[in-house]
Nanobody, 127 residues
Framework: VQLQASGGGLVQAGDSLRLSCATS????????TGWFRQAPGKEREFVAA????????LYADSVKGRFTISSDSAKNTVYLQMNSLNPEDTAVYYC?????????????????????WGQGTLVTVSS
């Protein structure tokens, strides 16, 4: 599966952005798609994920109530709506897909839960 993340940019604190993750090569409707981010000098961290068959969403505590993940199966695209952005959200955002079907929920909070990754899109939030 090839994933293409887009929608990043430079915004001010309090603004909103919507990231898109478009896939090609194979539908991603079967398992899960997640968003991770990596700030300079920091490790890649989980942001959100959607488990497609169950329709359930997972969020990191740091983004709960501000970010919303959604999917459009017809377009093979997963979105990350980001509201009330703050400078701590500045990072390169990556989308990733699980095309193997993990059985343990907790693995989706880690990069090990995904086997295909997109190239990332930069989000910069100024204060």
């Amino acid at each position: 599966v090839q994933l293409q993340a887009s929608g990043g940019g430079l915004v001010q604190a309090g603004d909103s952005l919507r990231l898109s993750c478009a896939t090609s090569g194979r539908t991603i409707s079967a398992y899960a798609t997640g968003w991770f981010r990596q700030a300079p000098g920091k490790e890649r961290e989980f942001v959100a994920a959607v488990r497609r068959r169950l329709g359930s969403a997972l969020y990191a505590d740091s983004v709960k109530g501000r970010f919303t993940i959604s999917s459009d199966s017809a377009k093979n695209t997963v979105y990350l709506q980001m509201n009330s952005l703050n400078p701590e959200d500045t990072a390169v955002y990556y989308c990733a897909a699980d095309t193997k079907g993990r059985t343990i929920l907790s693995v989706y909070y880690t990069p090990q839960g995904y086997n295909d990754w997109g190239q990332g899109t930069l989000v910069t939030v100024s204060s």
